[in-house]
């Protein structure tokens, strides 16, 4: 057995605790979790208490002492909220408007990325800028002659109002998506579209099977974030498309339609915040299942800006 | 040996399976196939035709005849032209219809009193600066919009102070660094309006031992309205203004991971503590981004759009207001609403971007 040294205890424990650099030891370590647990419980708080409260019944909402479990999960609460948000065909409903509105921008932001970051042209500079600048212009300033455009064009109140500048590349952030895929044609080498030009490929079966083929990583980042933003967005959806047509939209009006269903005064209906809360989770969770799928693909998203430079 | 005698009949069994969709989306691609043959070619033939047999226009041995003596020769960097247009051809297209043309319309409008009726359309009439005039005189807008200025002008430091602290946090090495993205990400996905709009109602959105703190009552309590409200608000929405932290977030993280590791270690070499390395290497190296970020934080608050807020009242003014009615003024009111603050969003940016990457001109 080897002989236990007093003398090294102290230095062994020294370096245990402040390491070789003071950035490698225990205490370094352990305070960059604890910070790391408490922020990210901070900013999660409003998440964890929607998920916790969804589940309360009535009781345990009154019960001061009742805070992070639940005495008893009740899944009624789920039951009416699906009841009230007209499930399951309301999210058949909204993937489907999702899907085409956001596949709309994928492909329109794929084509234009292209024309941006292959061609030179004359005003390219000015163009791009402009291209950039629309993104902080908010669509509340537009909203007023839009409206007019759309009644003129007498597609008010459809999906064409959000298809259309989609198509165009106008949609919602629509300049970062644009940005992602100018950014990744910029390090496909030049090269290759030449070879491919000299063997009397045109222009567009470059772009077709040269570009595109490459692109299929962009392609998904964009797809996903457009998927989130339109399902995520409410005001302008509700104005120009209406008629609840996403989950969020018919989210707004829960109170009304969770009324209409359960008519005040029946007993054990009354509309409480746990349903109300349900019928949130509800709206979150094909987002959360899509995130919790392709998380990678968020995070790896804003290096493929490119705005770090380089 | 029964397993893999099994193997054989499984893999059969889904061949047979599928064999009938499969089959009948090979019918459908060459349904489609032949159709594009028959129905669209031609087209695409005829149009190839007009274009090279006609007057005004033709395309013949490398140049562009225009009227028969108008001669194009078609450089190499006249076809790159050609074809970039070519491509970014839907945007311009858009660019024009929805956003350029509605821009100047909504600021003709905000000059106008103007409202839609199902025979004429838009009635306009001139009225100068009065729409801005009575916002300003507004006694619901006006307060609105101090909220508002003070809310960006306060809350823009925290979040970026915030998320660099998490970005420089997470950029250590550390188990488990995916997770930690993933965790601080996670708001960007699910902040929906009316998700965030019942949050706040039923007052998650605050930190339960901030809201009953001394100094929670003290501001509200003693400092004058203007300043008392948009503080209240922050602390009331302390963790949805975090939220908006997802995104500059990334941008931090990926300023760090490019920073040279080289740099540090030269700097600890020459005795550097733990502490000018932050002031000294990493704030520098990611200050660049700190202007990016505050374009994409300003722009994401304003577009957040809270019930009785200002956008809301101005979609209300758009959609009730008509000549007869004494509160709801109409499109150009709303119009002007939005762009003083499209205005005021745009001066609080640059005065922010200014001020974060004003220093780097000393250099």
């Known amino acids: 057995m080897k002989k236990f040294d007093k003398k090294l205890l102290i230095p062994r424990l020294k370096r245990f605790f402040f390491g070789m650099k003071f950035s490698d030891g225990f205490i370094y370590k352990f305070t960059i979790y604890i ?5 990210s419980y901070i900013y999660l708080y ?3 208490y929607m998920f916790v409260n969804s589940f309360k019944t009535v009781d345990d909402l009154i019960n001061p002492g009742v805070k992070w479990i639940p005495t008893s999960l009740d899944f009624e609460n789920y039951a009416r909220a699906f009841q009230a948000l007209g499930f399951p065909g309301s999210i058949f409903e909204t993937t489907w408007y999702v899907l085409k509105v956001s596949v709309a921008a994928t492909v329109s932001a794929a084509v234009i990325g292209y024309g941006f970051a292959r061609f030179n042209f004359p005003l ?9 600048a629309t993104f902080i212009l908010p669509s509340q300033v537009t909203m007023v002659a839009n409206m007019l455009i759309f ?11 959000m298809l259309l500048p989609a198509i165009s590349g106008q949609g919602i952030n629509a300049a970062i998506f644009i940005l992602i895929f100018y950014q990744f044609y910029k390090t496909i080498p030049a090269i290759l579209m030449e070879s491919a030009e000299i063997d009397g490929a045109s222009q567009f079966k470059i772009f077709r099977s040269i570009a595109l083929p490459l692109a299929i990583p962009s392609f998904i980042i964009v797809f996903l974030f457009s998927f989130v933003w339109y399902w995520n967005e409410s005001f302008i959806t509700a104005l120009y498309v209406g008629g609840q047509i996403t989950l969020p939209l018919k989210l707004q009006v829960f109170r009304a339609s969770y009324e209409a269903l359960f008519p005040p005064g029946t007993p054990g209906a009354e509309l409480n915040e746990a349903i109300m809360l349900a019928g949130n989770m509800v709206t979150i969770f094909p987002l959360m299942l899509l995130y919790f799928f392709a998380q990678r693909n968020f995070t790896q998203s804003i290096d493929r ?3 770090t430079g380089e | 040996m029964k397993k893999k005698q099994k193997k054989p009949t499984r893999r059969l069994d889904l061949k047979t399976k599928f064999a009938q969709p499969l089959a009948r989306f090979a019918a459908w691609r060459e349904k489609v196939r032949l159709g594009y043959w028959k129905h669209v070619a031609p087209f695409f033939g005829k149009i190839k ?4 047999h006609n007057f005004i226009l033709r395309v013949e041995h490398q140049q562009i005849k225009l009227f028969g003596f108008i001669k194009i020769a078609l450089t190499r960097k006249r076809l790159n032209a050609i074809y970039g247009f070519m491509f970014i051809f839907i945007w311009l297209v858009g660019l024009v219809i929805f956003t350029l043309y509605p821009m100047f319309y909504s600021l003709y409008l905000s000059f106008n009193e103007a409202y839609y009726n199902l025979e004429q359309g838009v009635v306009t009439s001139f009225v100068g600066f009065t729409n801005y005039i009575n916002i300003i005189r507004s006694s619901t807008l006006l307060p609105l919009f101090a909220t508002y200025i003070g809310k960006i002008l306060i809350s823009v430091p925290l979040i970026i102070v915030f ?7 997470v950029n250590n090495p550390i188990k488990m660094k995916g997770v930690w993205r993933t965790v601080f990400f996670l708001p960007v996905i699910i902040s929906t309006g009316p998700v965030l709009t019942e949050l706040m109602a039923q007052d998650a959105t605050s930190l339960p031992s901030l809201q009953s703190s001394a100094v929670f009552n003290y501001i509200v309590n003693n400092l004058s309205p203007w300043i008392a409200n948009p503080l209240a608000s922050i602390l009331n929405s302390m963790l949805m203004i975090l939220w908006y932290a997802g995104i500059p977030i990334l941008i931090f993280l990926a300023g760090l991971q490019k920073v040279d590791p ?3 270690e030269a700097a600890a070499m020459d005795g550097a503590s733990a502490w000018d390395r932050f002031w000294k290497i990493t704030l520098p190296s990611i200050k660049p981004l700190i202007s990016v970020s505050v374009v994409y934080i300003v722009v994401s608050m304003s577009l957040f759009v809270e019930s009785g807020g200002i956008l809301d009242l101005a979609r209300t003014h758009m959609l009730v207001g008509a000549p007869d009615s004494a509160f709801w003024h109409g499109y150009g009111y709303a119009a002007a609403i939005a762009w003083i603050y499209f205005i005021l969003m745009v001066i609080m940016m640059a005065i922010y971007a200014r001020i974060f990457s004003g220093k780097r001109k000393d250099r």
């Open chain 2, 49 to 52: 035709h007009a274009l090279n």
């Open chain 2, 262 to 264: 080289a740099l540090y």
């Open chain 1, 305 to 307: 800006t490119g705005i």
């Open chain 2, 163 to 169: 998320s660099i602290i998490i970005a420089v946090l």
């Open chain 1, 35 to 39: 910070l790391l647990i408490s922020f």
């Open chain 1, 124 to 132: 390219k500079k000015l163009l791009f800028g402009v291209m950039l």
């Open chain 1, 46 to 48: 409003p998440i964890l």
């Open chain 1, 151 to 161: 009644r003129n064009l007498n597609i008010m109140s459809t999906q064409w109002t």
